[in-house]
């Protein structure tokens, strides 16, 4: 029986984060270049993304390259950069046609213009769907986005437009790069690495975290079913106790 006939569809996370690991281990594993992992790991995005759709999530979140990937071979960054180019632009009418808004976070500018470009386009031609918000985490990390918001903040206090009574969480919030995104419930991480990886720290405070041992390409709809299953099966707490949590349901 398939994971999704459990799932309580009233109780699903608004916001699913991803780190999409093992692309290269799984091509390699198949005596391939790490770039045919990277390939079949779109085909891994498309089904996750229907399969959030289906349990009507509205934030997918995919940490598509971090800032510390351009440290990768050039053959290797090249390759992503044209496969997320191509990805795009090939994906966007179906995605568009199914109600989805795209967007990315991350360092943006420091993206090739190719790329950038056609984010941006993406973006202006699906930003008035009201479906699933797809976000592409591009050049992205945690770190980045916190020392930005960090320099924000100390510049409007040291001009007098800000107090530091005012310096607040929420604040904080809408400055990063997620502004105005809720934070996310769940995030899942696939290839058996424990590790966060310098993603959304601050946004993850609260977040359940899952790990598989499913590389990101034989990561399908019925491992996306069954996270959110076992997400479902917690208690999230937020610093109370059971009792109180029972109380407020
Ligand atoms: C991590 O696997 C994966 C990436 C750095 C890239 C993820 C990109 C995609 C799945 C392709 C395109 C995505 C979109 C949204 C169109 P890894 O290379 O670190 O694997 P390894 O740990 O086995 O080496």
């Given at each position: 029986m398939?994971?999704?006939?459990k799932i309580?569809?009233?109780?699903?996370p608004k916001?699913?984060?991803i780190?999409m690991?093992?692309?290269g281990?799984?091509?390699?594993q198949?005596?391939?270049d790490?770039?045919f992992?990277h390939?079949?790991?779109v085909?891994?995005?498309?089904?996750?993304?229907?399969?959030?759709?289906?349990?009507?999530?509205?934030?997918l979140?995919?940490?598509?390259?971090?800032t510390?990937?351009?440290?990768?071979?050039?053959?290797e960054?090249?390759?992503?950069m044209d496969?997320?180019v191509?990805s795009i632009?090939?994906?966007?009418d179906?995605?568009?046609?199914?109600?989805?808004i795209?967007?990315?976070?991350?360092?943006?500018?420091?993206?090739?213009?190719?790329?950038?470009?056609e984010?941006n386009?993406?973006?202006?031609?699906?930003?008035?769907?009201k479906?699933i918000?797809?976000?592409?985490?591009?050049?992205y990390?945690?770190?980045?986005?916190l020392?930005?918001v960090?320099?924000k903040?100390?510049?409007k206090?040291q001009s007098?437009?800000?107090?530091?009574?005012?310096?607040?969480?929420?604040?904080?919030?809408?400055e990063?790069?997620?502004?105005?995104i809720?934070?996310?419930?769940?995030l899942?991480r696939?290839?058996?690495?424990?590790r966060?990886?310098?993603?959304l720290?601050?946004?993850i405070?609260?977040?359940?975290?899952?790990?598989?041992?499913?590389?990101?390409p034989?990561f399908k709809?019925e491992?996306f079913?069954?996270?959110?299953?076992?997400?479902?099966?917690r208690?999230?707490r937020f610093?109370?106790?059971?009792a109180?949590?029972e109380?407020?349901?």
């Amino acid at each position: 029986m398939s994971f999704l006939s459990k799932i309580n569809k009233d109780k699903t996370p608004k916001h699913v984060a991803i780190i999409m690991d093992g692309n290269g281990r799984w091509a390699q594993q198949q005596g391939h270049d790490r770039l045919f992992g990277h390939n079949f790991g779109v085909e891994s995005v498309r089904e996750v993304l229907k399969a959030a759709q289906e349990l009507n999530v509205k934030y997918l979140t995919l940490y598509a390259f971090s800032t510390e990937n351009w440290n990768r071979p050039k053959m290797e960054v090249d390759g992503l950069m044209d496969l997320l180019v191509r990805s795009i632009s090939n994906e966007v009418d179906e995605l568009h046609e199914s109600d989805v808004i795209i967007s990315g976070i991350g360092d943006l500018d420091g993206l090739p213009n190719s790329c950038k470009d056609e984010l941006n386009a993406a973006y202006e031609r699906t930003k008035n769907n009201k479906g699933i918000n797809l976000i592409l985490a591009l050049n992205y990390s945690a770190r980045w986005e916190l020392t930005e918001v960090n320099k924000k903040i100390a510049a409007k206090v040291q001009s007098g437009k800000l107090q530091l009574s005012e310096i607040t969480d929420e604040l904080i919030s809408n400055e990063l790069t997620t502004k105005g995104i809720p934070d996310p419930e769940l995030l899942i991480r696939t290839s058996g690495e424990l590790r966060i990886s310098n993603f959304l720290l601050w946004q993850i405070a609260y977040a359940e975290l899952y790990f598989t041992d499913k590389l990101w390409p034989d990561f399908k709809k019925e491992d996306f079913y069954e996270a959110i299953l076992d997400y479902q099966s917690r208690e999230r707490r937020f610093g109370m106790v059971s009792a109180q949590i029972e109380k407020n349901l």
